[in-house]
């Protein structure tokens, strides 16, 4: 490449990542036309006793006080919610920028890889967001709200703790949800294979009984709830794994004719 289409190029990435940061931007401002109902809504939801998941399973909730203990901590979680929830929709944005930057480079197989790739852990990021936040999440937090070691001391959580801890869980479990797309690669990969994953298959049954005994109440219909998903996860990343192993056979037979 010559000097001068070298240059050509970095200016070409430069106002790709003007373009997508001000993608962001755009959402920030958004966001906080509608901060209002991100809140109200969406972040004290599952603090409400006729939050979805509580009604659907008729649940009985357990109050809990929210407290703001410093003097910036409610515009600091104001500003800090505005901020993540314009880089959660503004990140399309730049993800799009992105990609006009790099396709001129790519072959057609590779584009078709990428959409693909890209379709695939959007999607099974999407599902386990829903699932931290209208499972997960309320779970965890009537858990935690009911634990007590002495009907002398009240649970009062901080309010930036409370938007930090629904925030971990949600996005948590949507990136725990993206272990398909790992299992896919790493398949790709020849690391990762249906008897190896077969093999572990126990570990990660110990590993879902423990993390929903952990994070959910102590009855069986909320443990069943969350360790069920998380093992039909595990056993969908063995069914791809397979799918890979199977192509790739099928692909080096065809070779070897």
């Known amino acids: 490449m010559s000097e001068m289409g070298f240059i050509d190029h970095l200016e070409d990435l430069r106002w790709a990542l003007i373009k997508g940061v001000a993608g962001i931007g755009v959402a920030c401002i958004v966001a906080f036309f509608f901060s209002d109902f991100i809140i109200q809504e969406v972040l004290l939801g599952p603090k409400k ?7 659907l399973f008729g649940m009985e909730t357990t109050p809990f006080v929210l407290q703001n203990r410093t003097v910036t901590g409610q515009f600091f979680a104001h500003v800090g919610t505005v901020i993540s929830v314009g880089i959660i929709f503004g990140s399309p944005v730049f993800v799009y920028f992105m990609w006009k930057f790099i396709e001129p480079g790519l072959y057609a197989g590779e584009k078709k890889g990428l959409r693909f ?5 959007s999607f099974f990021f999407i599902l386990g967001v829903s699932f931290g936040y209208f499972i997960i999440t309320p779970l965890a937090l009537q858990f935690f709200a009911a634990y007590q070691i002495s009907p002398e001391i009240s649970n009062e959580f901080d309010i930036s703790r409370y938007f930090g801890m629904i925030t971990f869980w949600a996005f948590g479990v949507g990136v725990l949800f993206e272990l398909p797309v790992v299992v896919y690669f790493l398949s790709k990969m ?17 590993g879902a009984l423990t993390l929903a005994a952990f994070f959910t109440p102590p009855d069986p219909i909320s443990q069943v709830l969350v360790a069920t998903p998380l093992l039909l996860l595990y056993e969908g990343s063995i069914l791809i794994s397979a799918h890979v192993l199977r192509k790739r056979d099928r692909e080096m037979a065809k070779a070897l004719e």
């Open 117 to 121: 790739s890209a379709v695939f852990a």
């Open 49 to 55: 006793p006729d939050f979805i998941m509580y009604r």
């Open 190 to 206: 020849g690391i990762a294979t249906p008897n190896g994953l077969r093999t572990g298959r126990k570990y990660a049954l110990i």
